[in-house]
């Protein structure tokens, strides 16, 4: 795989889980990588990756709030004379059967999940758009896919992803910007490790290869969708679930 030296990278929800290890992977390829996180939560990730010898910065950054992600995002490109690489990856879920679920499970979730994609793109857009490059990468769920009981606004938000990122592709090829989207299965995180380990184990029996995936398996489809190999794909869902859903 192609080198990402030189390149500058906004990962959101860096602070652990799938995020931390795209932050992580990228930064191991030669990215500069801002990792942004609720308070001083990226500083794990960002000491962690400077002592593994890749180049980091802590970013503040709660994704619900317009003018601070579009204010991180001028900052960079102020800072930094360029943003490269954006992967929306912060993401919640407020799980619950459609007949119990609040309003503010719901309105929650499409914030966090999907308008503030809407709001990062289209900040990360503007820098991108100038260098006539860059790339895109929103980090959806096979739940958006296939559905799930008891996720209904989980699902909207990770099949709205699609429908954004799709349309988006279509906006800024001629920019050579590509924005695509990673679907991963059951992924071990703290995200689904509040689940019992019956569900899980019920999980891993629904995948082809036998497990959960782990937050490298992602990180290592964001790292091709970022590089020099991937100039030519844009507008994709790029699945990775183990082979639960195709
Ligand atoms: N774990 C899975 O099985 C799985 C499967 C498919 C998709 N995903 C998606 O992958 C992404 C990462 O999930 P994870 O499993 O690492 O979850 P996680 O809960 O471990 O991490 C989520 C990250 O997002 C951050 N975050 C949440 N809300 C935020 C906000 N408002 N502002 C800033 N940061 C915020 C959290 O602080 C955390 O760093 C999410 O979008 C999730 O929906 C996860």
């Known amino acids: 795989m192609n080198s990402l030296d030189g390149k500058v990278a906004l990962v959101t929800g860096a602070s652990r889980g799938i995020g931390r290890a795209i932050a992580h992977q990228l930064a191991g390829r030669g990215a500069l ?90 900040a990360a857009l503007k820098p991108m758009i100038r260098q006539r490059a860059g790339r895109i990468i929103a980090i959806s769920s096979v739940v958006g896919q296939m559905g799930n009981a008891g996720q209904a606004n989980y699902a909207a938000s990770k099949a709205g992803l699609i429908g954004f990122c799709k349309s988006l592709a279509r906006e800024v090829g001629s920019r050579q910007v590509t924005v695509n989207v990673v679907a991963p299965g059951f992924v071990a995180t703290d995200m689904t490790g509040a689940v019992d380990a019956a569900t899980q184990a019920g999980w891993a029996a629904q995948i082809p290869l036998g497990r959960l995936g782990t937050p490298d398996d992602i990180a290592a489809a964001v790292c091709f969708l970022a590089s020099d190999e991937a100039s030519y794909i844009t507008g994709q869902v790029l699945a990775v679930n183990g082979g639960m859903y195709t």
Do not use: Y
């Not at 500083?43 to 962690?48: C, E, H, S």
């Not at 360029?82 to 619950?96: K, M, P, W």
């Open 33 to 122: 990588v801002i990792a942004a996180a609720r308070g001083d939560n990226a500083r794990g990730t960002v000491d962690a990756i400077a002592a593994a010898g890749g180049r980091a910065e802590p970013l503040t950054l709660e994704v619900t709030d317009a003018d601070a992600a579009v204010a991180a995002v001028q900052g960079i490109a102020t800072r930094h004379g360029r943003l490269d690489i954006l992967v929306s990856n912060a993401g919640i879920t407020r799980d619950q059967l459609m007949l119990r679920m609040k309003r503010s499970d719901w309105d929650d979730v499409i914030a966090t999940n999907l308008t503030a994609a809407f709001v990062l793109c289209q």
